[in-house]
């Protein structure tokens, strides 16, 4: 939620204060005129990075292309979701199981929501046949909104987030998107890619002295 929202003002008429900050991070594609302008304003270090990426793609002729699209079919979404765990395994320490990944494929409210809704959108980036790096979100109003981003460790030596937001980039600007954000987290290369902080706030809503909800107007 942007500071001077409908929401956050009427909330602070009624004198309800945030409990939690959470920064973000989004690349405003409206300061740019097109994807060439975009990549230009990007940093010396960042477009050279980016040139590294592809240059070794094509060093080891390895094919690479995204598919973008509202649904994606079964096959896709195992993928998908078996990157997302074993990602979220192997970088943060998380432990898994055949039960827990059954529930988080099929029955985690967040996997419903992204791949039943009709604002559902989702990149896939293939290398050399195998989906390297994905990001799911909700499409709102000119925004891409991504709750979901991973990449294979298979292909860091290809750098496959920032080749895969170039790409969505470029998409986004070829369907008339106006900003693209990453959600949650400041990871370095989500800044190497041009992205700025947004803040949004948590309220703790009290309905009575005993129940309470807490919602990010976002």
């Known amino acids: 939620m942007l500071p001077g929202g409908v929401v956050s003002e009427a909330l602070n008429i009624l004198n309800i204060k945030p409990t939690l900050q959470i920064d973000n991070a989004i690349i405003k594609l409206n300061n740019y005129k097109s994807h060439q302008d975009y990549i230009s304003h990007l ?6 990075n980016l040139r590294t990426a592809y240059n070794r793609l094509n060093r080891d002729n390895l094919a690479n292309s995204i598919n973008i699209s509202n649904k994606v079919d079964y096959s896709e979404l195992k993928a998908i979701m078996g990157l997302y765990e074993n990602r979220h395994t192997s970088r943060y320490g998380l432990s898994s199981n055949p039960l827990k990944s059954v529930y988080l494929k099929k029955y985690n409210y967040s996997t419903r929501s992204l791949f039943n809704s009709v604002e559902g959108l989702h990149a896939r980036l293939y290398i050399d046949n195998t989906l390297a790096a994905f990001m799911s979100g909700y499409a709102r109003d000119g925004r891409w909104i991504i709750p979901r981003l991973s990449i294979n460790g298979r292909f860091c030596f290809y750098s496959p987030g920032i080749i895969l937001i170039d790409k969505v980039i470029k998409w986004m600007y070829d369907n008339g998107f106006e900003i693209l954000d990453l959600g949650l ?10 992205a700025e902080i947004f803040h949004s706030f948590n309220y703790l809503i009290h309905n009575d002295k005993d129940n309470a909800s807490i919602i990010n107007p976002r």
Request: glycine letters at 12%; proline letters at 6%.
């Open 43 to 48: 940093s010396k270090n960042a477009r050279q």
């Open 185 to 194: 987290g400041t990871e370095p290369y989500k800044f190497q890619m041009g």
